[in-house]
């Protein structure tokens, strides 16, 4: 390399051994950096880099473990590309072609050491990811930079430890790709003035059915296995997020970055057996710890206040199914799923003498013990009430369809049917909607 050429006359040693017993660049610089260690309790050690001692890794570990190093900096890789390139933003984020995972949204970016396709495609494969492979970029190789797209990054005919590439996004509206923040950024320009009249009148408060019926509608989507439509409906549940953030940020709340904090500190509090003291072989085992550091971190210290936890405004089958799965961790539980529909035929027996007595009071309230019970023996049976019902509901309505069939070409209509006609059809269209 050029860069070794200018100091060969002076005797330097070069560490080629170590690159290549190296598995990594991990495993590289810790080598390069204990080489350089130990020469130094010998005698004085100047060890030359190419480019900004602040860009190489090795010499990261030897300042962070030797406090009298010397330093004499070099001409930064990143700012030399950013030179040849002519970004146009005064601020970029500079990163090795061999920490591009690590790179995060930025408005620009240069990234050096890109010496070899391989690492090249890596580049190529994050700098699509966060600007778009369409994106026109600089491919910096000696002294000259060259205008390609993100997508030939790792098309080009020669690389060497010159090699560099800078990128830098167009203006908000005409970007290629958008990020999280991009979002945020988005819902605070609709809501500023002279936005959109709409979304400036909005509050949690009248948005707040909006997310549940996005949610249901991911779920749809993850029900039909449709990727595109599970693609548009996460954005759409991501914008409600987004939409309830910056209202709370307007009236001094929280903000996103806080929003973001707590659900990586809250996973990692309750992923205790990944990264704590806890231990979890197995999938049940995990979710006993979490439910153990749950309770800790929300302070329930009683059963009670568990149950109450639940929220109200779930669809009352998931509500009841999740309030008897936490009550019976204190083993208040049936023993069988068969025990549990013996209660529910109990309670079939109950609603039936509220109804006889016509006692409206009663048999509202039998009528509620019988759905609970019914929820209770689905739960122990491992059955989810929700999906069952409304897989129930689909086939009543797909039956439904062919008994109004039926009746239509017979040349008769639903509603001037006897209870007998009604049965005949019913029985017909049953059998008709058996599978298998």
Same mark, same amino acid.
């Given at each position: 390399?050029?860069?070794?050429?200018?100091?060969?006359?002076?005797?330097?040693?070069?560490?080629?051994?170590?690159?290549?017993?190296?598995?990594?660049?991990?495993?590289?610089?810790?080598?390069?950096?204990?080489?350089?260690?130990?020469?130094?309790?010998?005698?004085?050690?100047?060890?030359?880099?190419?480019?900004?001692?602040?860009?190489?890794?090795?010499?990261?570990?030897?300042?962070?473990?030797?406090?009298?190093?010397?330093?004499?900096?070099?001409?930064?890789?990143?700012?030399?590309?950013?030179?040849?390139?002519?970004?146009?933003?005064?601020?970029?984020?500079?990163?090795?072609?061999?920490?591009?995972?690590?790179?995060?949204?930025?408005?620009?970016?240069?990234?050096?050491?890109?010496?070899?396709?391989?690492?090249?495609?890596?580049?190529?494969?994050?700098?699509?990811?966060?600007?778009?492979?369409?994106?026109?970029?600089?491919?910096?190789?000696?002294?000259?930079?060259?205008?390609?797209?993100?997508?030939?990054?790792?098309?080009?005919?020669?690389?060497?430890?010159?090699?560099?590439?800078?990128?830098?996004?167009?203006?908000?509206?005409?970007?290629?790709?958008?990020?999280?923040?991009?979002?945020?950024?988005?819902?605070?320009?609709?809501?500023?003035?002279?936005?959109?009249?709409?979304?400036?009148?909005?509050?949690?408060?009248?948005?707040?059915?909006?997310?549940?019926?996005?949610?249901?509608?991911?779920?749809?989507?993850?029900?039909?296995?449709?990727?595109?439509?599970?693609?548009?409906?996460?954005?759409?549940?991501? *914008? !409600? /997020?987004?939409?309830?953030?910056?209202?709370? #940020? $307007?009236? =001094?709340?929280?903000?996103?970055?806080? +929003?973001? %904090?707590?659900?990586?500190?809250?996973?990692?509090?309750?992923?205790?057996?990944?990264?704590?003291?806890?231990?979890?072989?197995?999938?049940?085992?995990?979710?006993?710890?979490?439910?153990?550091?749950?309770?800790?971190?929300?302070?329930?210290?009683?059963?009670?206040?568990?149950?109450?936890?639940?929220?109200?405004?779930?669809?009352?089958?998931?509500?009841?199914?999740?309030?008897?799965?936490?009550?019976?961790?204190?083993?208040?539980?049936?023993?069988?799923?068969?025990?549990?529909?013996?209660?529910?035929?109990?309670?079939?027996?109950?609603?039936?003498?509220? *109804? !006889? /007595?016509?006692?409206?009071?009663?048999?509202? #309230? $039998?009528? =509620?013990?019988?759905?609970?019970?019914? +929820?209770? %023996?689905?739960?122990?049976?491992?059955?989810?009430?929700?999906?069952?019902?409304?897989?129930?509901?689909?086939?009543?309505?797909?039956?439904?369809?062919?008994?109004?069939?039926?009746?239509?070409?017979?040349?008769?209509?639903?509603?001037?049917?006897?209870?007998?006609?009604?049965?005949?059809?019913?029985?017909?269209?049953?059998?008709?909607?058996?599978?298998?």
């Amino acid at each position: 390399m050029p860069c070794y050429r200018s100091v060969e006359g002076y005797g330097a040693q070069t560490l080629d051994y170590i690159f290549e017993s190296s598995r990594n660049y991990d495993t590289l610089n810790k080598k390069l950096a204990a080489a350089v260690l130990a020469a130094a309790k010998e005698s004085d050690v100047v060890y030359c880099v190419d480019g900004a001692v602040s860009e190489d890794n090795a010499c990261k570990i030897i300042l962070s473990r030797h406090k009298n190093c010397e330093v004499f900096e070099g001409v930064s890789k990143a700012a030399h590309a950013a030179s040849l390139a002519r970004l146009k933003y005064g601020q970029y984020v500079a990163a090795s072609a061999y920490d591009i995972q690590n790179l995060k949204s930025a408005p620009a970016a240069v990234i050096y050491d890109v010496d070899g396709d391989l690492i090249a495609g890596e580049v190529k494969q994050k700098l699509s990811e966060l600007f778009g492979e369409e994106l026109t970029c600089s491919f910096v190789r000696g002294g000259s930079a060259k205008k390609i797209k993100v997508y030939e990054i790792d098309r080009q005919k020669e690389y060497d430890g010159t090699c560099a590439v800078a990128v830098e996004e167009p203006d908000y509206l005409h970007k290629e790709r958008y990020d999280y923040a991009d979002l945020l950024q988005l819902v605070r320009l609709l809501r500023a003035p002279g936005g959109c009249p709409w979304d400036r009148v909005q509050t949690s408060e009248s948005i707040k059915q909006n997310m549940i019926e996005e949610a249901y509608e991911l779920v749809d989507a993850i029900n039909k296995n449709d990727d595109d439509m599970i693609e548009e409906e996460t954005g759409d549940v991501l *914008l !409600q /997020a987004a939409f309830h953030t910056v209202l709370k #940020e $307007e009236q =001094g709340a929280f903000s996103s970055g806080d +929003v973001i %904090t707590r659900v990586v500190k809250k996973l990692i509090f309750r992923h205790s057996h990944i990264f704590g003291k806890d231990k979890a072989a197995d999938e049940s085992a995990a979710l006993n710890v979490w439910e153990k550091n749950k309770l800790e971190e929300k302070h329930q210290t009683t059963l009670t206040q568990t149950l109450k936890a639940v929220p109200n405004n779930f669809p009352a089958c998931m509500r009841a199914q999740k309030v008897g799965k936490r009550a019976a961790k204190s083993g208040m539980d049936f023993l069988s799923p068969v025990s549990a529909s013996e209660r529910m035929g109990e309670e079939v027996v109950e609603l039936i003498k509220a *109804l !006889q /007595a016509e006692d409206k009071d009663a048999t509202f #309230e $039998e009528a =509620g013990d019988l759905l609970f019970s019914a +929820v209770n %023996t689905c739960r122990l049976a491992g059955v989810d009430c929700e999906q069952a019902l409304a897989a129930a509901t689909d086939k009543f309505i797909s039956r439904f369809a062919v008994f109004e069939d039926l009746i239509l070409k017979d040349g008769k209509k639903p509603q001037d049917l006897c209870d007998a006609e009604y049965d005949y059809y019913w029985f017909l269209a049953k059998n008709a909607t058996k599978k298998g």
